[in-house]
């Protein structure tokens, strides 16, 4: 996964007309580092979607525009509109995280 950086790359990647998930981190989150034991499985299963990963304490005010709240947080963009949303409680197992993308096939 590429890590998004800028307000402005965030901007051009949601908006590129295809399915994009952005991965809400932290460097001090346990949960997240926990999600990372098992994400790389799931990133493969799913790879007709293209995966970010956005480090919240960098850049807020994505994270407060979309209402991420707690991470680990999967939020899933297409055509510049958020169309899905994982929150941190419900994204500590690789089921639950395969569950919610199921939706998304």
Known sequence: ???????????????????????????????????????DDIVEANNDKTWYTLNK????????????????????FKNGEKIGHLHSANAKTPEQVEEFLAAYK
């Open 57 to 76: 304490d960098e850049l807020p005010e994505i994270a407060e525009k979309y209402d991420v709240m707690g991470i680990p947080s999967l939020l899933i």
């Open 1 to 39: 996964m590429k890590e998004i950086k800028t307000v402005d790359v965030f901007e051009e990647i949601i908006n590129n007309g295809e399915i994009n998930i952005v991965k809400f981190f932290t460097t001090w989150c346990p949960d997240c580092t926990r999600m990372d034991m098992f994400i």
